[in-house]
């Protein structure tokens, strides 16, 4: 099934809420105005294969743009938000869309955008009009709200967040199936999740980036409600879990942490018992961090590894977890490989790079042959990898150890920098931290910690000092940051994720951070 049906079965039911504003969406609404943008597409000679790109905040008409492409058998490609114009107009001509959709609320960087992507000829604005865009209500407000005489399945085109270089886009085969038979594409993942028309599911994220607005579409396939925060507030998502009795949600590692250094009294003043699966991914999850959340919500946690590729997957739920703290799980989709440099396959124990093997190639990076070879394995092109480093155990577990792009090299030897910030992060006086080599005349590379406190901590000397004995009780003396820095807020993407190369090359371009906070 998907929205057709919910829209002929269950036309009054909520398909989506907005957190702040309360604005609803049903799936009635959500079928006619996906099919109104549809038609408008065709009408712009739009076809099976092509491209549309959207740029806004979360918002209420974002789901209904991706609709309209899943069920035009279009690709849509969803844009950081947060990028500049010259970086959102990169990604604009990269994907070769005809048609992009952006918001009033994102009037600062669409403005300047309009002239820098001249192959993309329709440029509509939702929420108000500014000049060198149409408006988006009155572009569609022509076109019938029925279905296109023939609909095929679209397809995500998304790009890589680029935290190691220039965004790839991720350009999959379509689907050979109409919208009526996305849902069992999806089967693997709505069973595994035990979505059902009965969910309400929770996104605190971005929906520009792939999994919350993957969970979302899975959420409208099975005609389930979809709760969107506009912005993440630790108290907010726990107010909203109580609120619309949740039983669903997704979230990164950094949302955990956040929820867990907030006041006890505050952590326990919500009924979350309505809650039955929280997903989590984008980042690893710290294991005293995990360990503390099951604690608390209960063994709901179910965390998967995979990236934007798709290449490959793997999943643990919570019991699984607490037999195997650390694990992201056995392969779910693909079957897992750990390589060395030169490609051979490590036994069980030893960390080398993290391969997923297909029947066939599962991705290609649009418009860089060099980069799709680059992640392909020497000798198989349909193993493919996402720059991590990990390990398999006897049972097939898989532990990853970090980004192969993020690993030290200090007096030769190989540190991993998500061992050092798990650690780090477990100090109460931490809010958030990174760990990234720096240059060093002897060693080549020193361990450099950063560090942003937690609310009401002033960074200071001995802070630094604590945070160095506190990581020298817990781990080996080589890994030991030689310095720490604090800064006011880390650099992380809205998903999650850290932009860790920004803060590096700050140390090998000039050799400190250039936002530390000073301390005596």
Partial sequence: MYIADHARLTPDKPAVIMAESGAEMAYAQLNDRSNQ????????GLRRGDHIAILMENNIRFVELCWAALRSGL??????RYLTPDEAAYIVQDCEAKVLVSSLAKADTAGPLAALIPTCSRRLMVDGVIPGWESYEDA???FPAEPLAEEFLGESMLYSSGTTGRPKGVLKPLPE?????GGRLRRARLERYKMTPDMVYLSPAPLYHAAPIG????????GGTVVVMERFDAVAALRLIEKHRVTHSQWVPTMFVRMLKLPQSERAGFDLSSHQVAIHAAAPCPVEVKRQMIEWWGPVLYEYYAGTEGSGSTFIESQDWLAHPGSVGRAALGVLHICDEEGRELPPGEAGTVYFERDEIAFIYHNDPAKTRAAQHPDHPTWSALGDVGYVDEEGYLYLTDRKAFMIISGGVNIYPQAIEDVLIAHPSVADVAVVGAPHAEMGEAVQAVVETAPGVQPSRALADELIAFARDRMAHYTVPRAIDFIEEMPRLPTGKLYKRGLRDEYWKDGKLAKAIPID
């Fill in 140 to 142: 569609i407000a022509a």
């Fill in 177 to 181: 199936v109409s919208p009526a038979e």
């Fill in 37 to 44: 943008f549809a038609q408008y597409l065709h009408a712009q």
């Fill in 215 to 222: 969970y979302v579409l899975s959420t409208h396939f099975v």
């Fill in 75 to 80: 690709y849509f490609t969803t844009i950081n």
